[in-house]
């Protein structure tokens, strides 16, 4: 087998492509041929030591990956050899095999593509999580999707029209605000030309969005809240700008408005039923076309750097997924 190793965990170019020994799985494991491996903000992060997981050296980084069942360790039942699976380890995917946690593999019904599968755990999962449970999103309310060209910003677009409500894209191109209205959105905002809290006035009559949907943080995140309706939930999902803003607490009192934590790793540990239950259900939505991940672009598993690369300079829309 061949995988990335880091060994040093001070950016990507430490990284090195290299030939390692197939392993045998041991009790609980699954011994995955990967397929493909979607890019993530937090595979960014690992091999720079910023992440708040920091697994032993050397590491394969490559947190989500989709591919088929070669062999099963001790005790794993619910999968069998030959089938094909999804699974969001953390680590591990960016090679061509992977010793995975069979706990952590999620079977896939028949005709379920490997670059849908690889882009499909942490992004929908994420958004679910956040607008259906914590955010309690209902039908006809409006949400605000800052960063919403992103995978989990498309995700957000998808699962908001699935669930009825009214979205308004907040992304920072042309380009990639059609891209939202092509996922379902109903209006854009190009926060680099529009005053995002004059466009929001303007596009819900100065009512303000119900919910705001957050992976990116930073400048934006003040003037999002200033913006928000009575009663609204603002979602912090995460911050992909960098700096993580501190917003006047006034502003929840004044708004009789909630700021509300999104943790969707911890959701999963804590109430894996609930979360089983979460995942069934976006099956379910995949096979009935109501969601589906927004794919960049597709590169070999052998260019991993000219995809860190890429996402690293913003322009990536959707996911970027690597294949073998």
Same mark, same amino acid.
């Given at each position: 087998?061949?995988?990335?190793?880091?060994?040093?965990?001070? +950016?990507?170019?430490?990284?090195?492509?290299?030939?390692?020994?197939?392993?045998?799985?041991?009790?609980?494991?699954?011994? *995955?041929?990967?397929?493909?491996?979607?890019?993530?903000?937090?595979?960014?992060?690992?091999?720079?030591?910023?992440?708040?997981?920091?697994?032993?050296?050397?590491?394969?980084?490559?947190?989500? #990956?989709?591919?088929?069942?070669?062999?099963?360790?001790?005790?794993?039942?619910?999968?069998?050899?030959?089938?094909?699976?999804?699974?969001?380890?953390?680590?591990? $995917?960016? +090679?061509?095999?992977?010793?995975?946690?069979?706990?952590?593999?999620?079977?896939?019904?028949?005709?379920?593509?490997?670059? @849908?599968?690889?882009?499909? *755990?942490?992004? #929908?999962?994420?958004?679910?999580?956040?607008?259906?449970?914590?955010?309690?999103?209902?039908? /006809?309310?409006?949400?605000?999707?800052?960063?919403?060209?992103? +995978?989990?910003?498309?995700?957000?677009?998808?699962?908001?029209?699935?669930?009825?409500?009214?979205?308004?894209?907040?992304?920072?191109? @042309?380009?990639?605000?059609?891209?939202?209205?092509?996922?379902?959105?109903?209006?854009?905002?190009?926060?680099?030309?529009?005053?995002?809290?004059?466009?929001?006035?303007?596009?819900?009559?100065?009512?303000?969005? @119900?919910?705001? #949907? @957050?992976?990116?943080?930073?400048?934006?995140?003040?003037?999002?809240?200033?913006?928000?309706?009575?009663? $609204?939930?603002?979602?912090?999902?995460?911050?992909?700008?960098?700096?993580?803003?501190?917003?006047?607490?006034?502003?929840?009192?004044?708004?009789?408005?909630? *700021?509300?934590?999104?943790?969707? /790793?911890?959701?999963?540990?804590?109430?894996?039923?609930?979360?089983?239950?979460?995942?069934?259900?976006?099956?379910?939505?995949?096979?009935?076309?109501?969601?589906?991940?927004?794919?960049?672009?597709?590169?070999?598993?052998?260019?991993?750097?000219?995809?860190?690369?890429?996402?690293?300079?913003?322009?990536?829309?959707?996911?970027?997924?690597?294949?073998?």
């Amino acid at each position: 087998m061949h995988a990335w190793l880091c060994s040093n965990p001070i +950016g990507v170019d430490a990284l090195n492509w290299q030939e390692l020994p197939t392993p045998t799985p041991g009790p609980g494991q699954a011994l *995955i041929h990967i397929e493909a491996a979607s890019l993530n903000f937090p595979d960014l992060l690992i091999v720079q030591n910023k992440y708040q997981m920091k697994p032993p050296l050397p590491f394969v980084p490559g947190s989500e #990956y989709a591919g088929v069942v070669l062999a099963l360790g001790e005790g794993v039942t619910h999968l069998r050899i030959g089938q094909s699976v999804a699974c969001l380890s953390g680590t591990g $995917g960016f +090679g061509t095999h992977t010793l995975a946690p069979a706990k952590l593999c999620m079977p896939l019904p028949e005709g379920f593509p490997a670059v @849908d599968a690889a882009a499909f *755990i942490m992004t #929908y999962a994420t958004s679910h999580h956040a607008l259906i449970d914590r955010g309690q999103l209902k039908a /006809g309310e409006t949400v605000l999707v800052l960063g919403a060209a992103g +995978g989990v910003g498309t995700a957000a677009i998808q699962i908001a029209k699935a669930a009825g409500a009214r979205v308004i894209a907040a992304a920072s191109t @042309d380009t990639k605000c059609a891209l939202c209205l092509s996922q379902g959105a109903d209006a854009t905002i190009n926060y680099s030309t529009q005053n995002l809290r004059e466009a929001l006035k303007s596009l819900t009559d100065g009512k303000g969005p @119900d919910v705001v #949907y @957050d992976p990116v943080g930073g400048e934006m995140a003040e003037p999002a809240f200033r913006s928000i309706a009575w009663r $609204g939930r603002y979602l912090v999902v995460g911050f992909a700008a960098g700096p993580i803003p501190a917003l006047p607490w006034n502003l929840a009192l004044l708004k009789g408005a909630s *700021i509300v934590g999104v943790f969707w /790793g911890d959701f999963s540990r804590r109430e894996p039923q609930a979360n089983a239950a979460m995942m069934q259900t976006l099956v379910q939505w995949y096979e009935q076309g109501k969601i589906k991940p927004v794919i960049d672009h597709t590169l070999p598993m052998s260019e991993l750097k000219q995809a860190y690369a890429e996402m690293g300079s913003r322009g990536v829309m959707g996911k970027l997924v690597m294949v073998n």
